[in-house]
Each structure stands twice: as C-alpha cells, then as structure tokens.
C-alpha cells in the first residue's frame, strides 16, 4: 500500500488527508496527523471519501467519456476526445463570431482547484473578450467578500483557526458550524474545554446543534441580522464598550454609524429581532468588553439580497471594539467550498481579476492585460451566476460552459434555471459525475478528473494553502480540468485570436501555479514566494508570502493598517433592510434552508453511500409543534409547501429546532427523493423549486436561505 497526502475536497475547513491506495485502486484515508487545519481529526464526510469514490465507480455515476447529444432529449453517445474538444471550440467560435463574446457564459465552481479557476479565468478575460466568467462560490461567499472590502479593503479573513481556542468570546453568527464545518466546531470544543469561561454567544432564528450548546442564543427573525449588530453598537456606545482611540486612530466614518445606530434602541431592536432586551445587553457586554471577541460566520448572512449590509455590520462591531488584528479577535467568514478562496484569489469571478483586482479598476485591467501579454481587458462586467442563467434564460447567452457544478439543482429558481438551459443553443457539462440534474441539458458532456486523481492547490478559510496531490490515475477518459481548459482555449484561439494560442501552452499545474503566483507580486495576497517545491517541504502555508518570506502570515492588520488608501479601516453606514420576501397573509411562513451534517451539496458524491443517510435518512419540512398542532398534522403527515415559484410535497416533521411562523428544509435533496414543480406544473428538483432570485445589489449572492411559503396539508389522490 502507498499513501498520498492530500486535502478534502467537501468544505472549506480544508482538512489533510492521508490516501491509502495501491496505485490503481483508493483502499482508505485518515486524517493527517501533520495537517494544520485537523491535526488528524475527518468527520463522517471527510472520513468515508475512499468509499464514496468507488461507490462512483461500481454506482456508475461517474462519467467517463465525452458524450455528444445529437438531439436535445435523446441519449448522449459516446465521441473521441479530439472529436468533443474541436466541436466544443467550433461551436464557442461560431457563437462568438456570429453573436460576440457576450453571448457565451462559463459557470465554474468553488469545487475547481486554483489552477484550474485561473486558466477558465484567463480563457474568457483573455481570450473571448468579455468577463461572463462566474461561479457557484457566487452562492455561498461573494457577500463575504463585498463586505470585507466594503470596510476592511481587500477580501482577506483576518484571522486563523488558532484563534478559536485564544478568544474569549466566540460570536457565531448565521452559521451551523457543528454540522457545517464540523473539525473546525471540535476545535472550538477543545478550546472550551480548555477555557472553559470562553464565552460563546449564537445567533440563529434555529436552534441547531450549534445554538443548543450556546451560552447564549439568539434566536433572531431571520433576515434581522443588521438591526441586531446596529442594536448591539448601540448598546455597546452606551455601556461604554467601544474603544475611542482604536476608532482615531484607525478608522473612518464612524461619525455616521454612530448616528445611523441611535436608533436601535434596546425596544426597538428587541421589536425588530424578536429577541430579549436583556439578552442584548448581555450579548453586547461579552461582544465589547472582553479580552478577544471572534465572529464566526457563513452563509445565514452571505446568501442573502442584504448579504453584504449583514457583513459589514457584523465587522463595524469588531471595529468600534478594537476586536480586530489580535490573537482571538477579529471578524473571520468561514467558506463553504473547498476552494472558494482560490477562486477570489485568481479573480474567477464576474467582478473580479487576478490578486483580488478590480475589474472596474483601469490599472488593475492595464496590469492584468500585460501579464497576460493582451491589448487589454474588457471593463464591461460580466453576468453574475443568477443574471447570467437570466441572460440564457432571455436569449442573451446562446452558450454555456458549466464546470463541476450542478446549477439545474443548486441554483435558485429552477423555473428560470431550466428556461435558460434549454434556451441556450449549446451546453457543455465538464463533471466527474454523469448523473448530475444538469446533465440531461447538456449537448456536450466532458469528463473530469475528481479527489483522488486531481492534481493542485486549494485555499481554506483561513488562507491557508494546501496541495491536493493525485493517488490513482484518472477514471475511464477523464482529464484534469486545466487541461480540458486550456485545451478548448487553445483550439478557440487557432480561430479567433491564433496570436493568443501560446497564453495556454501548460504543461502542468505548477506551470498555471506559477504564472498564478507571480500575478500576485506587490498585492495583499503576495504569494511569490510559495513554490510547490516549499508546499512539499514545508506543508501547507497561509498568504501573504512574498518573496523572501520564510512562512506565511497567520493574522492581518496587527499594525492597524487596513488595506483602503488612507490605510484606515471604512465603518459601514448600513441601513437595515426586512427580507426580500416577507411573510404575508398569502404566504404565511418563514422558510429557511441549510445543511444537513452529513450530505455535501446535490449529493453527487455523499448520496452514492447508505451509511451517509444514517444522520438523516429522507427529506421532510421541520415545522414548530405549535403550527403542527394548528395546521392539524401529524408527524409525516405530507404537506404541500408552496411559494410564489414552485411547490413541494414532502412529510412534515416537528421539530422545537424551529419557532412557530418558520420552516426548515434541507438544500441537498434532489429529484430522485424531491421533485417538486413550477409555477407551470412542469417538475423541478428540491426545495430550489421553492427559492428567490432576488439577489444583493452589491455582491449579486441570491437569497437562498430564505424565502415565504405557503404550508398545508396535501391531498395526495
Ligand atoms: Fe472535509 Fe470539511 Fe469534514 Fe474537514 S470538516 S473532513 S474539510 S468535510
């Protein structure tokens, strides 16, 4: 037996793991015990990946070929590698000469690793001509990085998992971190265990497994996330919680806020939250006045149409506190995806170019056009993951490129999602996994490389980066993402730009890396001096770590210098907004959606092993026991949930994790146990038949977590 080390590819904790394989066959894999993020330490997803992997193989779920639909709804049959490529980049050319660049849209993943997201990115900004390049990280991180470079200046968490067990308050906010990011939740346990008079302090309208081992819960109306940070500043201004000379002296703006926040007033925040006012006196007390105060926090206040007002009121709190740029302090967004970071990090996002530039920067285009070896680079920003299935949805996009991602399942909306995949007159699907709900759509499916075979980098939460190292060679036909890539790209180029062929002349990942790396010099995520070669011999580092540096850093702005010009941190002046979709008479519950703890996303990969249903074994709508007694249910009784979009039929269970007026469904079900339909009675997968579009206006993250329905009894015939 050998062993590989590498890292795993479900959330972003970003845990080692060690590979047992036999060079053909992947036998068994631990945690590594070397592994800065887990010492050792999987959860039961992380722990069973040898076996989901086979079970993809023996479950023929993997896809192993290239196919080629020749009619849309009939079977797709087998074709040559040369055959698919050259279809895939005469059919793009065609379109891109007939219609231009803005009539292709390329929808990637936060599943991709960065040299993968770096040549998609450099593909389309560089060669096609317009920046419709977006990913599924749109979904789980991009208010995240809105609200940290709305205050802080640059997208760069803070702080770093050793700080979970320095912190003297931990402040947990919009996230089920027990189930979500399971090995990071056991270190904050051992840190309490340790510190016992660590304070942990949750806010969630749900009492998950998180909220349940609170000292304090919060059980806040969702969506009232801001009126609950201005609440708490405001308490905090009162009890004398703030810390007016770390505000001279390293801030801005906070004149505004303070006005802004007069408002909240203890009542007036209790009415606006539904919470206790002496719960936020106590909240504000262990949020301003300790030692170190944490903010953990995920996608309860990412996927939201306020996402980036939720941040950036979460991170005036740690500014007006001082609780920043010290050991256990700071304001620290966990990633959901494995590689989430990565992809900010080359810029793989509409809005975004390489080393966290600016699109809408015309130094950051000159500076990423000379790199590249280009005129220039399109300032027109690209479609956003929902605006761009919009677009295809409305005739706009005639092409989609999607890779390792399953929008016909994850993205909200599915009506409008199914509309624009039929839509568009090509659709290539690059996936490891054949059985996906998007692969029906797809002219052109492309096999990938998936953990296991795949070859590169990830960055986790607290940007550290870690190798993802192959143990067997890839399934069937598959090929590496990079590779098909820049395979595409150069057959493109040979027809629109046959100057630009040499820009995706790489032999291998490091060569992506090391072009990647270089694009880094002089901004705040240098990385030029991390080789793979140190990757190796040093084990997986944290960013910055130009040139010259022995070892990454582990915490920002311990000097008190931000990242914006005048080098002070921006308070956010947010208002606060109500949910894109309240409750109303005609809609009369609150529907939340999140994870379950041992499902990863649409299920491709965890749904293919029995023992990962143990925890939670069938979809059901989690309802109060009071609404389940007034709507006259009895546990598993079906239900029809409706919105304005969709409907379901699913068992009703209750459940005090809920209080009444609310609803809970978990995101991972698809159409094999949940299919519900659309407003025009065609059937659509999982509870995204029910979600909005409605999307943040700044950071384009859609409303995912919530929506309004309507609850009742189904008549099933
Ligand atoms: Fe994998 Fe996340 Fe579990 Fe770690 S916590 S083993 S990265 S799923």
Known sequence: MVQTRSTCPYCGVGCG????????????????????????RLCTKGSTLHLTASASITRQTRLLQPLLRAERGKPATPVTWNTAL????ERL????????????????????LTEDYYVFNKLVKGLLGSNHVDTNSRLCMSSAVAGYKATLGADAPPCSYEDLALADTVFITGSNMAWAHPILFRRLEDGKRAKPEQKWIVADPRRTETAAMADLHLPLLPGSDVALYHGLLHLMLWEGFTKPAYIAAHTEGFDALKARVRDFTPRETARLTGLREDDLLTAARWFGDSPATLSLYCQGLNQSADGTAKNA??????????????PGAGPFSLTGQPNAMGGREVGGLANLLSAHRDLANPDHRAEVARLWGVPSVPSKPGKSAVEM??????GEIKALWIACTNPAQSMPDQAMVRRALERAEFVILQEAFATTATAPFADLLLPATTWGEKDGTVTNSERRISRVRPAIPAAGQARHDWHIAADIARRIATRIAPGRIAMFDYAT?????????????GRDLDITGLSYAMLETQGPQQWPLPEGATQGQARLYEDGRFATASGKAKFADVPFKPLAEPRDAQYPFSLGTGRLRDQWHGMSRTGTLGRLFGHDSLPAVDLAPADMARLKLAEGDLVEVRSRRGSLVLPA??????????AFIAMHWGEEVLTGHDAQGRPVPGVNALTTPAYCPISKQ???????VHIAKAHVP
Do not use: M
Request: glycine fraction near 10%.
């Open 313 to 326: 009121a979460l991170i005036n709190l740690h500014l007006a506190s001082g609780q920043i740029g010290k």
């Open 702 to 708: 859609p409303e995912l977590k919530h929506c309004a």
């Open 653 to 662: 269970r209750g459940s005090d994790t809920v209080l009444p007026t609310q």
């Open 389 to 394: 299935f919009q677009a295809a949805a409305d």
């Open 86 to 89: 050259d279809l895939a980049a």
């Open 93 to 112: 050319s065609t379109i891109h000469q007939q219609h231009g660049a803005d009539a292709i849209g390329v929808y990637i993943s936060g599943q991709l």
């Open 17 to 40: 793991v060690v590979i047992e394989h036999d060079g053909a066959q992947i036998t068994g894999v631990s945690g590594d015990p070397d592994h800065p993020a887990n010492f050792g």
């Open 509 to 521: 990942p490091e060569s992506v890396w090391n072009e990647h790396r270089e694009s880094t010099r």
